[in-house]
């Protein structure tokens, strides 16, 4: 079987010697050190020592590591010089190099090794092959030929396993060789999340690979892992790190994609004291930046040298041994560490080649070759292979081959890189260097031993510009949002306020509900408007313990009861002044008189109405589509920090549908929002307020339109991300809204409920003077008798027969004689005016009419422009204001039964009581308790305002239409 191996790998090389034919380089063999013949024993005739042949293959030419590459000849036939010299090493042997030129082409190193084999004395093992894919060629067919190989320069880009790879043993460190102490030092500082950036390239994606493999058997977690195939695209990968909240990298690159990769880190934020880069050491060499970094910022790195210098600078990186850090111990070779340092700068300056940082690497693995075939020699000398010796070998002797392996396996010994021994894999275990990059060079900050264990030559606080490690990700702290206490007390004392001026408006309301005034402004409606009060009030109460959690973060059936609350708190509140506002404008914008009773019942059952349509609407969207605690979360900027993110999350009542249930309730509110606007603006010249609340309830409509319109839509602007802020605007918004309404109402009925008692007739304060445009003498003969209209007895002694009658209660002036009526209201009403204007024209007009019958020379055109109004609607006029004075009377001087009619320009006036009718005209005559039936037929004909019992407490309002 062996033989047919290698007759396939001969014609593997046959094949890529025929296609690929590039002159070979002449083999040379370099010349030996010989030693004195005393010294050295020959094991079969004792003269000379025996050659054992150890073949290497470089690229000496044409490429660009070719100094590099015929540095390392010399260097090896140097050091082999000194292992010749050694009476313990391989006594009776010595060690020559052959060696072949590979150009740096992997194709040439195969065939160079087939001349190597073929064409020389045989070779015991390989020591060196220059670059990583000639070492991959070489290594997959060293093993068929038997031949240990050790490898000391290549960087493999494969991972070299060892069913493909038997023979290879590597003394220099590979990339993935650093995966290990990564895992170290992120194990050092508690790292558990860590994300990758890799340059496209097989040797570093095989050490992601195995490192990402490392990480999962640590149970540590891999955040992203960006590859970067063309450096025009390295900004997509660090987006994709910073996308993931990587702080923590792993990176494996060479120093000349370096520049570029710091500058994108550092466009995109990702350098600092929050973040910690880890690269592999040996792609990273000192004067990486000053030597790769290209002023062609089109070409290389976008960004200012200080840019890349800052962004690069603290990154932490796995570095290769190459000299020993502990001077003073002695290494196999006999010399210490310094002493090595010095002989090969002796022998570097004779040479006319460059030095590789490797050499250290190189020496120890020719040591490593030597004390391999001493072992073997050793073993075989005892006879392991009966009596065969070193110089039996030939490329068949698989036996001998695997007694080589065993021996590498076996040794262990202080190199001047090290330690040095191997793992079964054939790599080095070895200790690794911990640097760190400051800006312009690197320094060493600790040790890798080869069991793991770090030692840090300084502290933590020294090692990152911080003064800590870096956390491995963004801390997200997620707090329930704490409520505003402030917010809570400022609601709460204000909608307490609230509370008790609506129970205390109610309790007046209930106590005062006979009185004239309350009476006048329906108090069963009253306890609706207070009762819808009520129902906001607790709303807000709902609200605060729904935004202080007092229910429960997660409590869903808060959602309804507050949306029930607001719904129907504001329909009942605002349904009651809605009906309180058309019955006025029923009453008050129609210029004939026709008998119409509109009830409470009737006003109550409008309310009903508007409440079961809010129903309606309220149990749909609870069946539907149910409001459910929905989570938000918000970023506290001020308690954040780099490393930390604090994120406070709330509960609100939503659904994904909501917005067409309050778009609902909104055009329905909305609706009746304008129809009361509309109807409070139609009743504001009504102007007696004992009649009705017309006013006062028009401001109160304007109040709550303003309010909502400005609330609403700031509220839902504000929206979820200011919890605290939608909580205040919308306690305040209802509680202060509430209460202004209720002050509104309520408070000029609390002024007026101790007034009745004081109105009364008394002696008029408004007699004619003289030039005034309706002064007589009957007026000033008599404008100092103040007349008693109080019953006494049956009867009622009043003024003179032109006497002038005056009521105080708002200043109602009657003057019969000079046909003369005046109503004066608080706040400068035209009422006055335009009553007394009236019924003197209307007089005007009967007397104009008088003087044509008895002349009939007489013109109407003779009379006052007064006769431009026609007699119809001057007659019409006049008996709608005497109807509101005839309530005036009723109401506010406390006279039940008033009654005050027009006549020919004249004003009567009316009281019907239980026993006796006082008339009151141009003559004043008593009528007996027994006419009061006739009297009352008599009075029949007009409308009366109210009809009132002693007993019955309900209004009754009739409209004129």
């Given amino acids: 079987m062996s033989s047919i191996i290698k007759t396939l790998a001969s014609t593997i090389f046959i094949i890529v010697l025929n296609v690929q034919v590039v002159p070979a380089t002449e083999t040379t063999q370099l010349p030996v050190t010989t030693f004195p ?78 001349e190597l084999l073929t064409q020389g004395p045989p070779l015991l093992a390989l020591c060196g092959v220059g670059l990583s894919d000639e070492l991959v060629m070489v290594g997959n067919v060293a ?23 038997q023979s290879v043993y590597i003394t220099n460190y590979q990339g993935e060789a650093a995966n290990r102490p990564f895992l170290a030092i992120l194990e050092h500082f508690g790292w558990t999340r860590v994300s990758t950036i890799i340059y496209k390239d097989n040797m570093f994606e095989t050490q992601m690979g195995n490192f990402h493999s490392l990480l999962s058997s640590r149970n540590m977690t891999l955040v992203t892992s960006a590859i970067i195939s063309d450096l025009a695209y390295a900004a997509d990968s660090l987006t994709r790190l910073k996308q ?61 040298l200080d840019q890349v210098r800052e962004a690069s600078r603290g990154y932490l990186a796995v570095d290769n041994v190459y000299v020993r850090p502990d001077q003073d111990v002695l ?74 392996l065993e021996s590498l396996q076996e040794i262990s010994f202080q190199g001047v890189s090290g330690p040095v021994s191997f793992l079964p894999s054939g790599r080095r275990l ?116 729904d935004y202080a959690n007092w229910c429960g973060v997660y409590n869903s059936t808060v959602c309804s009861v507050r949306v029930c609350l607001a719904c129907l708190g504001f329909t009942v509140a605002f349904g009651a002044l809605f009906s309180k506002t058309w019955r006025v404008h029923a009453l008050f914008t129609h210029n004939q008189m026709k008998r119409k ?160 008692s004081e109105r009364r007739f008394v002696s008029s304060l408004h007699a004619s003077q003289p030039g005034d445009p309706n002064y007589n003498s009957h007026s000033q003969a008599h404008s100092n008798v103040a007349p008693s209209l109080e019953p006494r007895n049956g009867q009622c002694n009043g003024s003179g027969r032109n006497g002038l009658v005056t009521l105080t209660a708002n200043s109602v002036l009657a003057d019969t004689h000079s046909n003369m009526v005046a109503l004066t209201v608080p706040d400068g009403s035209p009422s006055s005016r335009q009553l007394s204007t009236s019924i003197s024209s209307v007089a005007d007009h009967n007397e104009g009419n008088e003087m044509q019958e008895k002349n009939p020379s007489y013109h109407k055109s003779d009379q006052t422009t007064k006769e431009k109004h026609s007699h119809n609607s001057l007659q019409a006029e006049v008996t709608r204001l005497t109807a509101l004075l005839t309530e005036e009377l009723r109401a506010v001087a406390g ?38 039936a006739d009297k009352e037929r008599q009075l029949a004909p007009v409308q009366t305002l109210y009809n009132t019992n002693e007993d019955d407490t309900n209004h009754t309002m009739e409209s004129f239409t």
Avoid at 146 to 157: D, G, I, K, V
Avoid at 252 to 261: C, L, M, Q, V
Avoid at 708 to 737: E, K, Y
Wanted: with cysteine; charged share 20%; aromatic share 12%.
């Fill in 597 to 756: 009773v509109i009830k409470d019942s009737k006003l109550l059952s409008l309310v009903l109405v508007l409440v079961l349509a809010d129903l309606v609407i309220l149990v749909l969207w609870t069946i539907i589509n149910p409001l459910t605690k929905i989570e938000y979360e918000q970023e506290a900027e001020e308690e954040s920090t780099v490393d930390r993110r604090v994120t406070y999350k709330h509960t609100t009542c939503s659904h994904s549908n909501e917005i067409y249930w309050f778009m609902s309730e909104y055009i329905f509110k909305g609706l009746l929002l304008v129809f009361g606007a509309f109807l409070a603006w139609e009743t504001r010249k009504v102007t007696i307020p004992a009649l009705n609340d017309s006013k006062l309830i028009g401001f109160c409509i304007y109040n709550i339109a303003v309010i909502c319109a400005l609330a609403v839509p700031v509220v839902h602007v504000v929206g979820q991300d200011r919890p605290t802020l939608t909580f205040l605007l919308v306690g305040l918004f209802v509680s202060l809204c509430t209460t202004l309404v209720l002050c509104i109402l309520f408070i000029p009925k609390v002024r007026l409920r101790n007034k009745v």
């Fill in 430 to 545: 070895g200790p690794h260097l911990i640097t760190r990059y400051d800006g312009d060079t690197k320094s060493v900050v600790g040790y890798v031993r080869s069991d793991y264990s770090l030692t840090w030559t300084m502290s933590d606080q020294e090692l990152f510009y911080g003064n800590s490690p870096p956390r491995d990700r963004v801390v997200y702290e997620n707090r329930l949002l704490p409520p505003s206490k402030t917010a809570i007390a400022i609601v709460l004392v204000i909608n307490c306020l609230g509370i008790t001026a609506d129970l205390a408006f109610l309790t007046f309301n209930i106590l005062y509900r006979k009185n004239s005034h309350i009476k006048m402004s329906s108090p069963v409606i009253n306890n609706v408007i207070v009762l819808g009060g009520l129902l906001m009030y607790i709303f807000v109460f709902v609200l605060t313990a």
């Fill in 37 to 114: 013949s005393s010294n050295l024993t020959n094991s079969k005739n004792g003269s000379e020592p025996v050659p054992l042949y150890i073949g290497t293959l470089q690229p000496t030419s044409v490429h660009w590591w070719a100094s590099y590459g015929r540095f390392f000849v010399d260097f090896l036939q140097w050091i082999f010089d000194d292992i010749n010299a050694r009476r313990d090493i391989l006594p009776g042997y010595e060690l020559r190099l052959m060696w072949r030129d590979t150009q740096g082409e992997a194709g040439l190193a195969a065939r160079q090794m087939f």
């Fill in 244 to 304: 993931f909240g990587a702080r923590i990298i792993v990176g494996a690159f060479r120093a000349t994609h370096a520049p570029y990769i710091f500058c994108q880190a550092y466009k995109h934020g990702l350098f600092g004291p929050s973040y910690a880069w880890l690269l592999t050491g040996a792609g990273m060499y000192d004067g990486w930046l000053d030597r790769h970094y290209s002023k062609d910022e089109s070409v290389w790195a976008p960004c200012t």
């Fill in 143 to 165: 093993q068929y030929y038997n031949l240990p190989l050790l490898s000391f320069s290549a960087q493999t880009s494969n991972s070299l396993s060892r069913d493909g790879f």
């Fill in 895 to 932: 006279l039940k039964s008033a009654l005050v009619t027009e006549s020919h320009g004249k004003l009567h006036f009316h009281k019907v009581g239980k026993d006796y009718v006082l008339f009151r005209s141009d003559l004043q005559r008593e009528v007996a308790p027994k006419q009061e």
């Fill in 331 to 404: 290494t196999v070779a006999g010399i210490t560490a310094n002493e090595y340092v010095e002989r090969v700068a002796a022998f570097s300056a004779r040479s006319i080649n460059t030095k590789s940082r490797s050499s250290p690497y190189a020496f120890d693995a020719a040591w490593a070759l030597a004390l391999t075939l001493n072992r073997t020699q050793s073993k075989l000398s005892q006879g392991a292979l009966n009596d065969t010796r070193l110089e039996d070998f030939d490329y068949s002797r698989e036996d001998m081959f695997n007694l080589n």
